[in-house]
């Protein structure tokens, strides 16, 4: 099909037969903005029209403007993801996985498939990632409506009034079957019967149907309601996004240290010249395994060996893998988790010891260095076996480091971290690497 220098195109009929929306001429524009397609014989198709490519750009431009106005995108109309890059270098140095998250929302934007949870506290972003999803895909001409959890609500209940311009059944019929559907500050809203109800009819209705949504949320995950929770599980539908953590366990999470945060699978050295053979296997494996967790973190990983030998270092890399990838992770000693315990009892801490010990125990990947060198006190013991217990039954990922061996710890732990369904137990038989110099002549750190 080739368009002639004056606007008409060709009646080619060897063009004709290769495509049933050859145009017949325009004559910009003889068709007034439309015409008729050709059928395989030639002649003009007179019982439909198509837009004239003259006119093909202003009818987008008009359909993105239409889609806008209905969109409820508003204020926020202007936020792309071009326009994230000085908040995301901004979020980048507060630790808070924004560049993992924000790479997250490109892709789900190119190929809304599933929803997409966004989770972090106030002011993390999580609302311009969500927005920017929903003005690209308004770019490119397919629908997309954003709106805050609780205005939602408020419209849906407005339009039971007589004096309502659309009726319940059509708004809410709508919002179900939107092509995509922001919804912000989810979780917030007033948590009535009636609210609960509808928003577990929408979001049946959209997992069902398996239309794409985006979910924006402070609220952790555990303090929803079980039957909103059960929407978010299906790790093969619902990517949930955390973006940086409360501030409590973000001023605890040991890769807040620069050593720790140093520490990476590209810098782990398992080839030492004054390694045995043997011993050289051995490390290798120890950080093949680490890898594996990282990438997919599943059950439990314990790695055991003398102070020095590479333990704190794997299990620092899968904690820095993590979270390049945008994932939750907490990092912590054992011994420095249990006086930051210790400290709520105080009267002048600003957290609560429930609150604090229900994030650790849930959080997603959790760290443990050093188990079993904490002042082996029996409310230590108590605590320690709250969480390790909680963890087992709930088979949360957990990596464990430790110099003690098994036989040396208590039982009720022991017996949870060599359960064969759940925990593999690597021994480091590596030697001290502290003071040694490596090929390259800089000191290795390891613990």
Same mark, same amino acid.
Request: net charge neutral; with cysteine.
């Given at each position: ?138 770019? /490119?001409?397919? !629908?997309?409506?954003?709106?805050? =959890?609780? %205005?939602?609500? *408020?419209?849906? @209940?407005?339009?039971? #009034? ?92 040991? /890769?807040?240290? !620069?050593?720790?945060?140093?520490? =990476?699978? %590209?810098?782990? *050295?398992?080839? @030492?010249?004054?390694? #045995? ?171």
């Amino acid at each position: 099909m080739s368009k002639a220098n004056t606007g008409t195109w060709s009646k080619d009929k060897k063009a004709a037969s290769r495509s049933e929306r050859t145009e017949q001429k325009c004559s910009l524009c003889g068709g007034v903005g439309f015409v008729h397609p050709l059928l395989p014989s030639g002649q003009p198709d007179f019982s439909q029209i198509i837009p004239c490519r003259c006119i093909e750009g202003d009818l987008h431009r008009e359909q993105v403007d239409h889609l806008a106005k209905h969109s409820n995108i508003g204020l926020f109309a202007h936020i792309t993801f071009d326009s994230l890059s000085a908040l995301e270098q901004k979020k980048g140095e507060m630790g808070g996985h924004f560049s993992a998250a924000l790479k997250k929302a490109r892709g789900f934007a190119d190929e809304p498939r599933g929803w997409l949870m966004f989770c972090g506290p106030a002011g993390c972003g999580k609302t311009h990632l969500a927005c920017s999803i929903a003005n690209h895909r308004l770019s /490119l001409g397919q !629908a997309a409506f954003y709106i805050g =959890t609780a %205005d939602l609500l *408020d419209h849906l @209940r407005s339009a039971f #009034s007589p004096a309502s311009d659309i009726a319940y059944d059509e708004l809410f019929e709508r919002i179900k079957n939107i092509q995509l559907l922001v919804l912000d500050d989810f979780g917030v809203e007033s948590p009535t019967p009636w609210a609960k109800e509808k928003l577990i009819q929408l979001l049946n209705h959209r997992f069902h149907a398996m239309l794409p949504t985006v979910v924006v949320t402070d609220v952790r995950l555990e303090k929803m309601d079980e039957r909103l929770q059960a929407f978010f599980a299906h790790d093969d539908f619902c990517r949930v996004c955390f973006i940086g953590q409360s501030s409590s366990l973000r001023d605890m999470d040991g /890769l807040q240290l !620069a050593l720790l945060k140093s520490m =990476t699978f %590209d810098n782990f *050295d398992y080839k @030492r010249l004054n390694l #045995s053979l043997e011993q050289r296997q051995n490390l290798e494996q120890a950080f093949r395994l680490a890898q594996e967790f990282a990438r997919g973190p599943e059950g439990w990983l314990v790695f055991q060996g003398v102070n020095g030998c590479g333990k704190t270092h794997l299990a620092a890399a899968i904690a820095n893998d993590r979270v390049s990838r945008g994932e939750p992770v907490f990092f912590i000693v054992v011994p420095d988790l249990l006086d930051h315990l210790r400290a709520t009892y105080g009267a002048g801490s600003q957290l609560s010891y429930d609150d604090l010990f229900e994030s650790i125990k849930k959080i997603p990947v959790l760290v443990l260095d050093d188990f079993g060198e904490q002042a082996a006190t029996p409310w230590a013991q108590e605590k320690l076996y709250q969480l390790i217990n909680y963890r087992y039954n709930a088979r949360f990922p957990t990596v464990v480091t430790m110099c003690s061996s098994l036989d040396e710890i208590e039982n009720r732990f022991s017996s949870r971290m060599v359960d064969p369904r759940l925990s593999c137990v690597f021994n480091i038989i590596a030697p001290d690497y502290r003071g040694d110099v490596g090929s390259s002549g800089r000191k290795a750190h390891r613990r």
